[in-house]
């Protein structure tokens, strides 16, 4: 016969208490995510400044003076650009609807007058259901629009905890250095500070890097809507520049007032807008933001798409936004691995 020993599993009442901490934890993490990304994009944009803070400081301007500078400056060229873009909006929104009632009223007229007095009588009396459908689809589209109301204003809540984390974190000397000795291990503490010395270079160059390709993706649509005629071709230029800083999403987005205007104009001009959209799109993916980003981080252009998609999936937009600088960090911590394992192999 052969015996059967029976195993004993013991569980402590503090590993149950761990294991529930745990999931406490994550569940915590999940609730403040906006907060959590808000301090990322803060330490991102900290390091970005950081040069020129140190810059305006070797000319003897303060550090916190040169904060408010350069956040000063960033409001006001904000201000700016909002009192250029509003009243566009508006006016295109007014000629769009006055263009959708004239348009409705000559196909009516055209069908009236096409159709005989069959279609015509049938038109008569459909004709106030038929010329209200556009104002209720509007209707419906505003309660929707109010509905994601509460979005906009959690995204502008948590724009501007970003700006005022990083506000303070740039206002400090060594304040991020000090946040990460605050949230990081004793035992770990000289590691992280070294890999945070590596990576906020490349983390400023990397904002940097997306500053120059809007303003080259601006130049390139400037000249080229200024060619197809179109009177607010500056302003949708640095519509482009500021949606730039958003990968993958920020493009189709900028493009969309453009190719409105454009088929309010004619809708040749509408196509080729579209057409000159894709086109910048596709030099900018494949020959411009390849050659900056390796410049600017060292990342292979299929490690930057890679990075983008799994960002897109995990967070949203908010996770396209934090996909190359996060991937940034950890392509050191991947680069301490290989040299900490090439140091263990004997030669």
């Known amino acids: 016969m ?46 970005a400044i950081n040069p020129s803070i140190k810059w305006m400081k070797q000319r003897g301007i303060g550090r916190i003076l040169g904060v408010v500078i350069i956040y000063g400056t960033f409001l006001i060229l904000v201000g700016f650009f909002l009192y250029l873009v509003l009243p566009l909006i508006i006016d295109e929104l007014n000629i769009a609807a006055s263009t959708l009632v004239r348009l409705q009223h000559e196909i009516l007229t055209g069908i009236r007058q096409a159709g005989g007095t069959t279609i015509g009588s049938i038109v008569a009396q459909n004709a106030d259901m038929l010329l209200k459908f556009p104002f209720q689809y509007l209707t419906t589209f505003g309660a929707t629009a109010i509905s994601a ?15 005022v984390f990083s506000f303070y974190l740039a206002a400090q000397e060594k304040g991020i250095e000090n946040f990460l000795r605050i949230v990081t291990p004793v035992k770990h503490e000289s590691y992280i500070l070294d890999l945070w010395d590596r990576s906020q270079k490349k983390l400023g160059r990397w904002l940097r890097a997306q500053m120059l390709l809007g303003a080259i993706v601006g130049v390139f649509i400037f000249i080229g809507l200024t060619m197809l005629g179109v009177e607010q071709a500056l302003l949708l230029a640095l519509i482009t520049s500021v949606f730039e800083i958003i990968p993958v999403v920020g493009p189709i987005l900028a493009a969309i007032p453009a190719i409105m205007i454009g088929f309010l104009i004619s809708p040749v001009v509408g196509v080729s807008i ?54 940034t960090v950890f392509a050191e911590l991947l680069n301490d691995w290989e040299r900490k394992k090439r140091t263990l192999i004997p030669e």
Not at 150 to 162: A, E, I, K, R, Y
Not at 317 to 323: D, E, N, Q, R, W
């Open 274 to 327: 579209i057409a000159l959209y894709i086109a910048v799109q596709q030099v900018e993916s494949h020959i411009i933001v390849p050659v900056v980003m390796k410049k600017a981080v060292g990342l292979s252009p299929l490690v930057v798409v890679v990075a983008l998609l799994i960002g897109a999936k995990l967070g949203g937009i908010f996770g396209i936004l934090l996909a190359v600088p996060l991937t």
């Open 2 to 47: 052969l015996s059967r020993e029976t195993q004993r599993v013991t569980i402590s009442t503090s590993t149950i208490f761990r294991f529930f901490g745990v999931i406490l934890g994550l569940a915590a993490l999940f609730i403040i995510r906006d907060i959590i990304f808000s301090l990322i994009f803060a330490v991102i944009i900290a390091s």
């Open 149 to 163: 109301g509460g979005h906009v204003f959690s995204g502008l809540f948590t724009l501007m905890l970003m700006f």
